[in-house]
């Protein structure tokens, strides 16, 4: 079995299991939907980033008890939680308002991503998953802002394009650091197993 080093396991892969296909299901409703209501479809996505942050905050309650990757779920939250009532009470009637808040979060959510693939793991795999959704998130943020010619309902989509990819990765990292928690599991267990033997052995030799 290859070695792991536990200090790089995330402990709270269900929290991005259950965000990614929160975020898989709204992506897929964005971008093949067909909504005619943009103002409607606003309204959605301040629910769809209220209810992440509540999950990235249900992430950071836990690593607190951990004390590892609290800032990370509580900066995420942050982020979600603030566009979420800027979307609901500031952009209502303000659709320009409105995409310009959510080409700034795919932005900023992107920025974040991709600094906590280089600062917060060093696993391969995460790093990479964490650094792709990051690069996705600035090139969608770029051309929401600067896709001017577009009918807003092209933006909605391209919004739920980058959602579609946040849930995949996200669902990604959290199988991945799942199916490492369980082999790290049943080194434990391996270990604790061939413990005694190596005792009685050492025992029997000092006789």
Same mark, same amino acid.
């Given at each position: 079995m290859a070695h792991i080093n536990r200090r790089f396991i995330d402990k709270h892969w269900?929290?991005?299991?259950?965000?990614?296909?929160?975020?898989?299901?709204f992506g897929f409703i964005a971008l093949f939907?067909?909504?005619a209501d943009v103002e409607n479809m606003i309204a959605i996505i301040s629910l769809f980033l209220l209810f992440m942050g509540i999950i990235d905050?249900?992430?950071?309650?836990?690593?607190?008890t951990k004390k590892h !990757?609290?800032?990370?779920? #509580?900066?995420? *939250? $942050? %982020?979600?939680?603030?566009?979420?009532l800027l979307l609901l009470f500031l952009a209502q009637g303000n659709l320009?308002?409105?995409?310009?808040?959510?080409?700034?979060?795919t932005v900023?959510?992107?920025?974040?991503?991709?600094?906590?693939?280089?600062?917060?793991?060093?696993?391969?795999t995460d790093r990479f998953i964490?650094?792709?959704? !990051?690069?996705?998130?600035? #090139?969608?943020? *770029? $051309? %929401?802002?600067?896709a001017g010619n577009f009918e807003v309902s092209t933006f909605i989509r391209f919004f739920g394009a980058y959602m579609l990819i946040v849930g995949v990765t996200s669902m990604i990292?959290?199988?991945?650091?799942?199916?490492?928690?369980?082999?790290?599991?049943?080194a434990r267990k391996e270990a604790r197993t061939k413990l005694p033997k190596k005792t009685k052995k050492s025992s029997r030799k000092s006789r």
């Open positions: 269900f929290i991005f299991i259950i965000r990614g296909v929160l975020a898989g299901i939907g067909g909504m905050s249900a992430g950071a309650l836990y690593n607190s !990757g609290w800032i990370n779920s #509580i900066i995420d *939250a $942050v %982020i979600d939680v603030a566009a979420a320009v308002f409105g995409l310009m808040i959510l080409s700034v979060y900023l959510s992107g920025v974040i991503d991709i600094f906590h693939g280089f600062l917060s793991t060093t696993d391969p964490r650094i792709l959704a !990051g690069v996705c998130g600035c #090139i969608m943020g *770029a $051309v %929401i802002v600067n990292y959290g199988v991945h650091n799942r199916a490492q928690n369980i082999e790290d599991k049943i």
